[in-house]
């Protein structure tokens, strides 16, 4: 094997390329940047503010003329030059102390099971243009499989539920390929919207995303918990327009999410279904397992090993399975190549 002189110096990354959060792995290093997909734009000017953290902040809090936005809308890019500045500030920061000469990353992308060949190359393109040698994809459930370890190229079957931002994969994963495979476009997303619907339809209370994701992380679940919880719900009352606090409890938020977990659930159902018998004699045995920052909504393991009859578990740190995941595809390219989706070089090796 011919060595590339420049290698030491290269830093190849994989990346998570998420609705809600963006994660970077970098050769050698592990996950590097942790950041909401978030950007800030000056709608006047056209000119982007801040990136990543920095714009989160912003969400609900800015001039008229300035937007907070997701560049990305359930795993699809929807804004192309958007991604591709963000991309690029997420390289950059990767490589800011490079030597000069240091050739252009080769880069993984974990993207959603699904997504047509254009918003395939839409990806591809914004990370070419953003300053990438070379472009592989990675399906997101994949990936974290991988990440949790799961012997993906073995003749046996693996199921994995990877709940993001804006989508839900469900996967049936033998010998290295997708056999079968669910993209569901209700995630983490929908369920602070339905919390945000749930406020104002019961109380007439208008209340921000960000206040509905504080409240599903505190007291969201899925399956009734055996000690009751409460918590705060603050707002403004559209009656009134004055500011309000009501006291909701875990019954209340599980109610308001209970139409957008039975999806999720009836599409994980379907997949047993569908699976082929052998596949699933292994799964029973293995059990179904849950990525993805969806997963950790309190209960969601024990509804899905209910209603399936299947062990359900969420894996090991899974807000970062998928970034792992890729980060191990990059670390071991030659051996792991087949996993990858069908994806050209855009270049070849420098």
């Known amino acids: 094997m011919k060595l590339n002189p420049f290698s030491y110096f290269s830093k190849d990354i994989a990346i998570d390329l998420?609705?809600?959060t963006t994660l970077v792995y970098v050769r050698g290093q592990g996950i590097v940047i942790f950041e909401p997909s978030v950007?800030?734009?000056n709608k006047k000017t056209g000119q982007i503010l801040a990136i990543g953290e920095e714009a989160k902040k912003m969400v609900g809090r800015t001039p008229a003329h300035i937007i907070a936005t997701r560049p990305l809308v359930?795993?699809?890019i929807s804004d192309f030059e958007v991604t591709e500045q963000m991309l690029k500030y997420f390289i950059e920061k990767v490589h800011r102390n490079r030597f000069f000469f240091s050739p252009r990353p080769r880069v993984i992308i974990g993207i959603p099971c699904g997504v047509t060949e254009v918003e395939k190359k839409a990806v591809q393109d914004a990370a070419k243009s953003a300053g990438s040698r070379e472009v592989y994809i990675i399906e997101q459930p994949m990936a974290a499989a991988i990440g949790n370890r799961l012997p993906v190229q073995e003749a046996g079957g693996n199921f994995i539920v990877d709940i993001g931002g804006g989508t839900t994969q469900?996967?049936?994963i033998s010998l290295g390929g997708l056999v079968l495979?669910?993209?569901?476009?209700i995630a983490g997303d929908r369920l602070n919207e339905d919390i945000i619907n749930f406020a104002q339809e019961e109380y007439k209370l208008l209340i921000g995303e960000r206040t509905a994701e504080e409240i599903k992380i505190g007291i969201g679940s899925a399956y009734p918990l055996k000690e009751?919880?409460?918590?705060?719900?603050?707002?403004?009352?559209?009656?009134t327009g004055l500011p309000e606090e009501i006291m909701v409890s875990d019954t209340d938020i599980r109610r308001a999410l209970e139409k957008s977990v039975g999806q999720i659930l009836k599409?994980?159902?379907t997949t047993v279904e569908e699976t082929p018998p052998e596949l699933l004699a292994d799964i029973m045995a293995k059990g179904i397992f849950l990525s993805g920052g969806g997963s950790l909504l309190r209960g969601l393991d024990i509804l899905i090993t209910k209603?399936?009859?299947?062990?359900?578990?969420?894996?090991?740190?899974?807000?970062t399975a998928v970034a792992r995941g890729a980060g191990l595809v990059l670390e071991n390219l030659d051996d792991l190549r087949e996993v990858l989706a069908d994806t050209e070089e855009l270049e070849p090796p420098q």
Do not use: F, Q
Request: hydrophobic share 40%.
């Open 181 to 185: 495979t669910k993209s569901l476009r």
């Open 267 to 269: 599409t994980i159902k």
């Open 74 to 76: 359930k795993g699809v």
């Open 228 to 239: 009751k919880k409460e918590m705060p719900m603050r707002g403004r009352n559209m009656v």
């Open 18 to 20: 998420g609705t809600a």
């Open 307 to 319: 209603e399936t009859k299947i062990p359900a578990k969420v894996i090991d740190d899974p807000l």
């Open 39 to 41: 950007v800030a734009i």
């Open 170 to 172: 469900v996967a049936v």
